[in-house]
């Protein structure tokens, strides 16, 4: 709400509830931090994370713990240093941030 990341409403987290927040891909973690701080705002206690994949080799800082099944570390270039095979090739943003705009 208001560019705030927030859970739905009527979600509970009691005081006493151990959390382990559960990603499908981990990409820059920004999702997965928001989703940290959310939760540590409340009271129980954030645990851990897990994913499937951590696109980041295991640099994303999420804000905890985190388990991967899959870490794959991709190569990122500045876009005027782009290797010849690679300027070819549009550039896509991957995520989910702009699915619902």
């Given at each position: 709400v208001d560019g705030e990341f927030q859970l739905r409403r009527s979600f509970e987290i009691k005081?006493?509830?151990r959390v382990l927040i559960a990603e499908?891909?981990?990409t820059t973690g920004l999702?997965?931090?928001e989703t940290v701080e959310a939760l540590q705002a409340?009271?129980?206690?954030?645990?851990?994370?897990?994913?499937i994949i951590d696109r980041s080799g295991g640099k994303a800082e999420v804000g905890?713990?985190?388990v991967s099944l899959a870490s794959i570390d991709f190569p990122d270039y500045d876009a005027d240093n782009l290797p010849?095979?690679?300027e070819?090739?549009?550039a896509?943003?991957?995520g989910s941030r702009g699915l619902n705009k």
């Open positions: 005081p006493t509830d499908d891909i981990v999702s997965f931090r409340l009271p129980g206690t954030v645990v851990g994370g897990s994913c905890c713990e985190l010849p095979e690679l070819k090739i549009p896509h943003k991957p």
